[in-house]
C-alpha cells in the first residue's frame, strides 16, 4: 500500500533554533516528493519539489533532501520565525499514470518567541 | 489579483440538506480536485476532473457530487447521504494532471459544518 508517514507528529521549538521534520514513504514507483506549509484555516502552499535525481533543495530557510533509495525526505528549517508556526505536509506522487499524489499526516510546528 | 478561490469561508448545514461549495481558478489549469481535510489526517481525495465535462472519483466519493461545464469552476455539492460531512474542504488545480512537476495549487478552503 502506497504511504507517507511523517514524524513528529507535532513540534514546539524557540524562536531562532532550527528543526528536522522528517518524512518516509513507501510509494512506488516514485515520481516526486513535495513539502507543503499549511497555516491553520488556509490551503497548503508549496515549498519544495524534488524529484528522483535531486537529493536537495532550498528554497529560503526552507531546505529539503531526499533519500530515494531509503525512500526519506526531511525539512530542515534553520533559524525558525513565529510565523514558521504552522503544519508541514509531505506528499508523495507516482509515476506511471495514476495522478492523485499521496499525502501525509503531516508535522504541526509550534514555534514560541 | 489571480489564482484559486473558494467560497464560502464559512459555511452551516442544517442535516438533511444539500449544499453546494464553489471552487474557482483563474490560472488557466485544465485539472482540479477537491479534498477533504479532517483534524489529524491527511488530506483525503473527493473527486478530480481532468478536463471540462470529465471527472473521476477519488477515495471517498460517497456523499458528494461534482460538475465540470467551465475550465475555471469545478463545484462540490454535499449532499444528505455524506454521514459525517463537517470538515474543511480544499479545492486544488494543476495545469495538468499527473505531471511529473506538476504543483497542485490550493484554494483557502471552506470550513462546513453540520448543525
Known amino acids: 500500500k502506497n504511504q507517507v508517514e511523517q514524524s513528529p507528529q507535532s513540534l514546539i521549538i524557540l524562536e531562532g533554533k532550527n528543526c528536522t521534520l522528517q518524512?518516509?514513504?513507501?510509494?512506488?514507483?516514485?515520481?516526486?516528493l513535495r513539502w507543503y506549509k499549511q497555516d491553520t484555516g488556509r490551503g497548503p502552499v508549496s515549498l519544495t519539489i524534488?524529484?528522483?535525481?535531486?537529493n536537495t533543495k532550498s528554497n529560503g530557510r526552507y531546505t529539503a533532501t531526499l533519500d530515494a533509495d531509503t525512500k526519506q525526505s526531511s525539512l530542515h528549517i534553520t533559524a525558525s520565525q513565529l510565523s514558521d508556526s504552522a503544519s508541514y505536509i509531505c506528499v508523495v506522487s507516482r509515476s506511471g499514470g495514476s495522478y492523485i499524489p499521496t499525502f501525509g499526516r503531516g508535522t504541526s510546528l509550534i514555534v514560541h518567541p | 489579483d489571480g489564482g484559486i478561490t473558494q467560497s464560502p469561508k464559512y459555511l452551516f448545514r442544517k442535516e438533511g440538506q444539500n449544499v453546494t461549495l464553489s471552487c474557482e481558478q483563474n490560472?488557466?489549469?485544465?485539472?482540479m480536485y477537491w479534498y477533504r481535510q479532517d483534524p489529524g489526517q491527511g488530506l483525503r481525495l473527493i473527486y478530480y476532473s481532468q478536463i471540462v465535462n470529465d471527472f473521476q472519483k477519488g477515495d471517498i466519493a460517497e456523499g458528494y457530487s461534482v460538475s465540470r461545464e467551465k475550465k475555471e469552476s469545478f463545484p462540490l455539492t454535499v449532499t444528505s447521504a455524506q454521514k459525517n460531512p463537517t470538515a474543511f474542504y480544499l479545492c486544488a488545480s494543476s495545469i495538468i494532471a499527473g505531471g511529473s512537476t506538476d504543483t497542485q495549487y490550493f484554494g483557502p478552503g471552506t470550513r462546513l459544518t453540520v448543525l
Open positions: 490560472l488557466n489549469h485544465d485539472a
Open positions: 518524512c518516509n514513504y513507501t510509494v512506488s514507483p516514485f515520481s516526486n
Open positions: 524534488m524529484t528522483f535525481s535531486e
